[in-house]
């Protein structure tokens, strides 16, 4: 049986920088939620919605790795696309340094 593909952290890291970890992912959920359609047409409104659906699921799914002590790959590429496609690249870019969150010193 293998084991979810992430950046295994140890408890005492995910102790640790639970706060940090956090934080990043509510400030993306925030930020998410407070995009608006590039055009104002119903296509348009669809297509943001499922990508905004898409940011949040893969929030959710850094969550649940979280609480199972790795940060979830899957979650990452996922949340990660979601938030290029709504043009918050630099946001996108700060969910991925969580991968090296347990490399970071407090």
């Known amino acids: 049986m293998s084991s979810p593909a992430g950046t ?20 993306t959920q925030a930020q998410v939620q407070q995009t608006q359609p590039a055009q104002a047409s119903p296509l348009a409104a669809m297509f943001h919605r499922e990508t905004v659906t898409e940011a949040l699921q893969g929030c959710a799914m850094l969550i649940a790795g979280w609480n199972q002590g790795r940060v979830d790959d899957a979650g990452l590429t996922r949340a990660a696309k979601a938030l290029r496609a709504l043009q918050l690249s630099e946001l996108a870019d700060r969910l991925g340094n969580l991968r090296n969150i347990a490399g970071t010193e407090h």
């Open 8 to 27: 295994p952290i140890s408890a005492d890291d995910r102790a640790r920088l639970d706060p940090v970890f956090m934080q990043v992912i509510l400030d």
